[in-house]
C-alpha cells in the first residue's frame, strides 16, 4: 500500500525555519513527481511546491517563493520542505501528496504554527 | 494564475438527495481538475481525476464531469457520510489552484 508520512512540524517563532519530511513507502519513490500542499487551520487547501522525480522542474506558489525550497533524497525514499523566514500565515497542516492522476495519495498532515 | 471558483460554499442536502457540487476555471484546463472529499480532523481524499475518472474504491454514486471551464461533481443517493467538504483542483498549469471547496450539510 502507497504510504506517506510527514513529520518534522511543531511550534516556531516568527522569522524562524523548519525542515518538514515526508517519508514514502509502497511505491517506487523515484517515478514520481511529488507536491506540498498545505491548510491553514478552518480554511481551504493551498498549493505550495511542486518537485519532478529526478530534481529537474521545481515550482513555488508565489507566496513562499524565496522562502521555502522542496527537494529529495530518491535512494531514502523522502521528501523535504525546508522552510525559512516563517510568518503567522504559514501556519498550516502540511501535506505531502503523490503527482499523477491528480493527487491520488496524501499523507496525514504535519501541523507547523508560527507564534511568539 | 487560474482561479477555480466553487460558488457554492454551503450545500444542504438529504439521504437519498442527488447533488451537484460546481466548480469554474477562469480559463481553459481542459479536463485537468481532480475533486476531493475531506473529513474534519482528516487528509484530503481523492475522488476524481482528469475530470470524469473515479479512483479506485470511491464508490459509483460519485461522478465527475465537465471540460474546459465548467465541472460538475455529482453525489446520487447521498449518503450520510458523503457530508464532508469537497474541493476541486485544477492541474493544467503552475502554480496549481484549488477551489475554496463546498461544504455539503444535513437540511
Known amino acids: 500500500d502507497v504510504q506517506l508520512v510527514e513529520s518534522g512540524g511543531g511550534l516556531v517563532q516568527p522569522g524562524g525555519s523548519r525542515k518538514l519530511s515526508c517519508a514514502a513507502s509502497g511505491f517506487t519513490f523515484s517515478n514520481f513527481g511529488m507536491h506540498w500542499v498545505r491548510q491553514a487551520p478552518e480554511k481551504g487547501l493551498e498549493w505550495v511546491a511542486y518537485?519532478?522525480?529526478?530534481?529537474?522542474?521545481?515550482y513555488y506558489a508565489d507566496t513562499v517563493k524565496g522562502r521555502f525550497t522542496i527537494s529529495r533524497d530518491n535512494p531514502k525514499n523522502t521528501l523535504f520542505l525546508q522552510m525559512t523566514s516563517l510568518r503567522s500565515d504559514d501556519t498550516a497542516m502540511y501535506y505531502c501528496?503523490?503527482?499523477?492522476?491528480?493527487?491520488?495519495?496524501w499523507g496525514q498532515g504535519t501541523l507547523v504554527t508560527v507564534s511568539a | 494564475d487560474i482561479v477555480m471558483t466553487q460558488s457554492q460554499k454551503f450545500m444542504s442536502t438529504s439521504v437519498g438527495d442527488r447533488v451537484s457540487i460546481t466548480c469554474k476555471a477562469s480559463q481553459n484546463v481542459r479536463t485537468a481538475v481532480a475533486w476531493y472529499q475531506q473529513k474534519p480532523g482528516q487528509s484530503p481524499k481523492a475522488l476524481i481525476y482528469?475530470?470524469?475518472n473515479r479512483h479506485t474504491g470511491v464508490p459509483d454514486r460519485f461522478t465527475g464531469s465537465g471540460s474546459g471551464t465548467d465541472f460538475t461533481l455529482t453525489i446520487n443517493n447521498v449518503q450520510s457520510e458523503d457530508l464532508a467538504d469537497y474541493f476541486c483542483?485544477?492541474?493544467?498549469?503552475?502554480?496549481?489552484?484549488f477551489g475554496a471547496g463546498t461544504k455539503l450539510e444535513l437540511k
Open positions: 483542483l485544477q492541474h493544467w498549469n503552475y502554480p496549481l489552484t
Open positions: 518537485i519532478s522525480s529526478g530534481n529537474s522542474t521545481i
Open positions: 482528469l475530470a470524469s
Open positions: 501528496a503523490r503527482s499523477g492522476s491528480g493527487f491520488a495519495y
